[in-house]
């Protein structure tokens, strides 16, 4: 049995879900509601954060990759749709570096292909900075409102208020170090699977540039923008996000 929880859910073709930093399962309510009803929705809390915040957090996207690759092998679950946000869809891209075989069609979401994100609100170190100086609870009210056009007002804003409840400043300065200490821009070229890219245009962790990248270098790709979303388009446009997405893993 996988020592993190994992919500599995619904019967179909398997759809493997990945949230970000300082996420949880629960960050894919809706997507868990609309898409359980055609597909076995599988999703991951990783160690340290969410529903898994006791299990020890990990330090690297490669190990927190093969975590996941563990978690469906256990399942026996072989080939799979996969969708990554943020720092999951670093994740998702280190999953199909290394079973991307199994991999049927890939959603990158709000993401890039350098973890230390040029052109963020504010750089890695920064963040991990004042992680340290202010402590998790000032740090984790700072850094989420960033993630909506509306900030803590969005009436889905509970749900990260939700997921950061028990999440330790270890396990957060281990995401940001595993964060900055990825590069997948080299590997982009050897990504052969259909890709779709979701961006909001308010993204202030990810600006333009990096799914521009992701969009150029992956040979089967195509970049979805969504306006006046911020980085959690999931949240902020369930119903259009949905519907995309399921038109992209449909077809």
């Known amino acids: 049995m996988s020592d993190i929880y994992v919500e599995d859910i ?3 073709f398997p759809f493997v879900l990945v949230h970000g930093y300082l996420g949880s399962a629960e960050m894919w309510l809706f997507q868990k509601e609309f898409f359980s009803k055609d597909h076995r929705v599988i999703i991951p809390a990783l160690p340290g954060f969410g529903e898994s915040h006791k299990v020890k957090s990990l330090d690297s996207i490669d190990k927190m990759a093969k975590k996941i690759i563990d978690v469906l092998d256990q399942k026996n679950i072989d080939k799979f749709n996969l969708i990554g946000h943020s720092m999951g869809g670093m994740i998702v891209q280190e999953i199909t570096k290394l079973i991307g075989d199994r991999v049927n069609k ?11 994100i040029p052109g963020r609100f504010e750089t890695m170190d920064e963040t991990r900075e004042k992680l340290k100086r202010e402590g998790s609870e000032i740090s984790f ?20 208020e939700n997921a950061v409840k028990n999440v330790s400043l270890e396990t957060a300065d281990n995401a940001l170090l595993a964060m900055k200490n990825w590069k997948g821009i080299d590997n982009l070229k ?9 961006w909001g245009d308010k993204d202030t962790s990810y600006n333009f540039d990096q799914v521009d990248t992701l969009n150029k ?11 006046d979303c911020a980085h959690n388009v999931h949240l902020e446009q369930p119903d259009q996000f949905n519907n995309l997405v399921n038109e992209f893993i449909s077809k």
Do not use: Q
């Open 10 to 12: 619904g019967k179909g």
């Open 190 to 198: 050897n990504i052969k699977n259909e890709t779709l890219i979701i």
């Open 106 to 116: 890939l959603i990158c979401f709000a993401t890039g292909s350098i973890g230390d």
């Open 217 to 227: 270098n992956i040979k089967n790709s195509h970049l979805e923008i969504f306006k």
């Open 141 to 160: 009210s700072r850094v989420p409102p960033k993630w909506f056009i509306k900030g803590d007002k969005d009436k889905n804003y509970f749900l990260c």
